[in-house]
């Protein structure tokens, strides 16, 4: 017996405990509103997709080309429409998430207005959008569900049993559009105490999965900006224990910490390391920074030495009191970054590159499965990347290494428009678009994500509206190329009132309120003028 069938028997028996005051309730609309509502708190999300995501962990250890992907998302609409598309051309959400990225909250869900990705926004932002997500996410559910109700009424009234018994299989098998979040929660905005009590809001909204970063709080940059600074190990694990503690407070015993480590562009840190003997993590992590050794006599008034192997060494240090490391440290220091974190409580992996190279995340990841061997790898397909740029310089470097002739190419100039068609592009192109699953399968990389995407996206669809209405397109510009395609591509928003609950809303005051019901949705709605959504369930 399903589900449905269990709501509906179970609030027929409680009517007839309840008696004759109860006689105006449906079994089956009460059954219809608890399938719509099927998550009850954001906990229960968390756990929900936890347990999603370690089983998808579980299945790309036993096979790496069934990796994960996700898009950033901005609002709780994108990311409902973003799930939404999936089911639609897909049929299934399966190994697809969202990603809530703490540049984009910065960017565009602060009340300061949009700021650079410093950690100066609220952080109760964080949370906050999470919550939103999954709002929209149980939205879509419901108007979905909606949609099959009122086939299966349709049909029932027809008499079509068939029918009714297909769309009766499709509301006992349905697939939730809830699915896992990996949410950004920067550096931890503070000490570990501040990290741990934004982390329990964020898995209380729902999240299952925080991404953290071994940059110091508030000196935080951008990973793909200059400046960044790093903190000792010691700092960073206190803050990934209170991840999980925040995580096993609140019974998500499963949740995922992905550790970020910045440490391949940052080329400063914020303090020395503490190291009791040689070789301890404090004695290798201090053991990166630019020292000269030094006498007695030349020490100098505030001078901050080390001691090593007898010899007084002095770190360089700058004006703002931060101290350098040697450049070309960075892969070992992001080695050492990450066995540190996975040996310390983290379970995922994100490494913060300056280029989209299988080759060099491959050759870090392949030191930390020397010592981890099911390492895995968030990567950040990151638009800060010009990926057609990147791609042609790896192509032309590859065709010159081979011998073939690339006198027809400027390397300086590969942007160039000239080369979309050439051997050279299409090479590039081609790696680009194996690019995923050539890092999952050579690199280690459980799941690819784009940071900023949708920031792009509604930048772009905007312009194209833009330029063609407030010229000499006027309507047509709108028509042509958003309403027409909404129409012919089954893009659910072309029935906006239906996307925004108004008929869930309607057939809600027909349960409440029976034949007196004032609904929204007759015949004179101009949204019947448009054919019914194409649904997305199988």
């Known amino acids: 017996m399903t589900n449905y069938q269990n709501d509906i028997e179970s609030i027929e028996a409680l009517k007839r405990n309840v008696g004759r005051s109860w006689d105006a309730i449906d079994p089956e609309s009460v059954a219809r509103m608890r399938a719509q509502n099927r998550f009850k708190t954001g906990l229960e999300i968390a756990q929900y997709t936890a347990d999603i995501m370690r089983k998808d962990m579980a299945e790309y250890d036993a096979d790496s080309s069934v990796y994960t992907q996700s898009l950033g998302v901005w609002h709780g609409f994108i990311g409902q429409q973003k799930m939404i598309s999936i089911k639609k051309h897909l049929k299934t959400t399966n190994k697809r998430y969202l990603y809530l ?9 602060s009340e300061f207005g949009p700021l650079p990705d410093q950690s100066m926004h609220e952080k109760t932002a964080v949370p906050a959008l999470v919550e939103e997500l999954y709002t929209f996410l149980r939205q879509a559910d419901a108007r979905e569900l909606d949609l099959l109700f009122t086939g299966l009424d349709a049909a029932r009234a027809a008499g079509d049993d068939a029918a009714a018994a297909a769309i009766q299989e499709q509301i006992d098998t349905y697939e939730t559009h809830v699915v896992p979040i990996i949410a950004d929660i920067d550096a931890g905005f503070g000490n570990p105490e501040a990290t741990y009590l934004l982390a329990k809001k964020m898995i209380e909204a729902g999240a299952c999965a925080i ?22 190990h010691e700092d960073f694990i206190a803050k990934i224990n209170a991840v999980r503690y925040a995580f096993l407070e609140l019974g ?3 949740g995922i910490i992905v550790s970020r480590t910045d440490s391949l562009g940052a080329g ?23 020292v000269e050794e030094i006498t007695e006599a030349e020490l100098g008034n505030g001078d901050v030495v080390i001691k090593r192997e007898g010899k007084l060494l002095r770190p360089k240090r700058l004006a703002s009191n931060l101290f350098q490391f040697r450049q070309g440290t960075g892969e070992a220091r992001c080695v050492l970054d990450s066995i540190t974190s996975l040996q310390n409580g983290a379970d995922l992996l994100w490494i913060e590159t300056e280029k989209p190279h299988v080759a060099q995340i491959a050759g870090m990841m392949n030191e930390v499965r020397k010592v981890i061997p099911n390492a895995k790898l968030v990567y950040n397909n990151s638009p800060s990347f010009n990926w057609t740029l990147n791609f042609r310089q790896q192509a032309y470097d590859s065709l010159a290494a081979e011998g073939k002739d690339v006198s027809a190419y400027d390397r300086a100039k590969l942007m160039s428009v000239t080369y979309d068609d050439t051997e050279l592009g299409r090479i590039a192109d081609e790696s680009i678009r194996t690019f995923q699953r050539d890092g999952s399968a050579e690199a280690g990389i459980f799941h690819h994500l784009i940071t900023l995407p949708t920031y792009h996206t509604a930048a772009l669809s905007t312009d194209d509206l ?5 010229a000499d397109q006027g309507m047509l510009a709108y028509v042509k190329g958003v309403q027409r395609r909404e129409i012919r591509e089954g893009i659910a928003t072309v029935k906006h009132q239906n996307m925004s609950g108004s008929d869930i809303g309607d057939n809600h005051k027909e349960y409440f309120a029976g034949e007196a019901a004032l609904k929204a949705g007759g015949k004179n709605n101009t949204m019947n003028q448009f054919e019914e959504p194409v649904l997305s369930s199988r």
Request: contains cysteine; proline residues 3%.
């Open 101 to 109: 990225s703490g540049w984009m909250v910065a960017a565009l869900r």
């Open 211 to 232: 991404q953290i970063e071994n940059q110091v709080s508030d000196e935080k940059q951008c990973g793909h900006q200059d400046g960044k600074v790093t903190v000792p």
């Open 252 to 254: 998500v015993d499963n």
């Open 268 to 290: 400063l840190t914020q303090k020395l390391a503490v190291t009791y003997q040689p070789g301890d993590l404090g004695d290798q992590y201090n053991s990166f920074l630019d």
């Open 466 to 470: 833009a330029k063609g209405y407030f």
